[in-house]
């Protein structure tokens, strides 16, 4: 038995005829961008002598289109919510080639509509992250005030926004090493706004076997490490209420995030992995340029500008869902079985892109880590089937 979508229009789901007409549809969630749709529909001329899906009111500036998968044997899950923005018609001489492209993006598109400013004093970013989300009907994440930055002192360094809300809570989270998005929960309509700091922790959902090359749970996958990275931050900054005159240092040599798990022990992080034999101190660091309105956050900005370094490992592959047996979700942890003692273990899930079908879905995705097993023992591993 293989999984079932349903895809709504305005609240309303589609008919049958629908998803025979559809031909692509495509759904990406990413950790650092919006989440987005695409339906490719072919456009006839009705009885009307009008084009379908153009002229009937299918696909209206804003429409909120959902759609939910239910694997075999899982819990249905919400894997977009959001609106149409654009279209794209094509027309075409022999008419059964023409074509309606319809671009969506997540509901975070009503926090990008309108340029704001505002004071937000008193407040952390955390706290300032949950009212703008509450402001737009979303749930802020039991998690968004947890690693948070110091409260904005309106005597000392207040902090103003001068941008539209999307653009204002990504720029806070870059700063703080955080992830800002917003994603519906199982239920389309019911949306969550997450201001959290990755979470590497969580045991894995599901795991990718390559042990048995007959069996792959996976149809390819792609590493890569790239050690061309910081493995420390240095920061300063002068304080305007010290009369020192050596500024307040806020160097950074730990991200705060622990290194994911190998089943080679104990996982090597970058410093370890990337030490650079030919400099005495065999680590490579950056200087931190970019000035804070308060030197307590100096520490953050530069432990955050350590955490986007460390992702240094990275994996590429695509997978069925059927052979999987799982959904691949951004933001969550799943284990690679049986790819040697570098790879193999726990990986952040940072983007998938998914083409549905009536039967079937196939998910390209990219995993993440800090972290790289240890050296392999002695004569070298290597997969059965000669990989």
Known sequence: MGSTIQLSLGGTPVTSDFYSAIELLEVEENADRPDALLIRVPVNRTSAGDLQYVGDGTFEPYTNITLTVT???????????GYALSWKLHLDRTGSSSTLDIWAQDASWLMNISDTVQEWPGMTDGEVANQIFGTYGFTPAPENTD?????????????FQRATDLQFLRGLARRNGKLCRVACTDTPGERTGYFITPDVSGDPVTTI???????????????????MRPTEVDASQLDLDSSSDTGVAGDATDSGLSPL?????PPRDLPTYANVPSIP?????TLLLTPTADVAE??????????????????????DILRLGNMLRVGTVVEIDGAGALQSGNWFVWSVRSKITIDAINMQFTLVRNAIGAPPSS????LPGGL
């Open 261 to 265: 798990t190998t089943t080679a022990t």
């Open 298 to 319: 100096v520490p953050l900005r530069a432990t955050a500008a350590l955490r986007d370094a460390e992702w240094f490992v990275h994996c590429r592959g695509e997978a």
């Open 147 to 159: 690693d948070d930055s110091p409260v904005h002192d309106p005597d000392a360094h207040s902090l």
């Open 379 to 382: 004569g070298g591993m290597s």
């Open 209 to 227: 076997t390559l042990s048995d090359p007959a069996a792959w749970s996976v149809d390819s996958l792609e590493f890569e490490w790239d050690v």
């Open 71 to 81: 694997p075999p044997d899982q819990p249905t899950q919400c894997i977009f919510d």
């Open 281 to 285: 101190s065999g680590t490579s660091g």
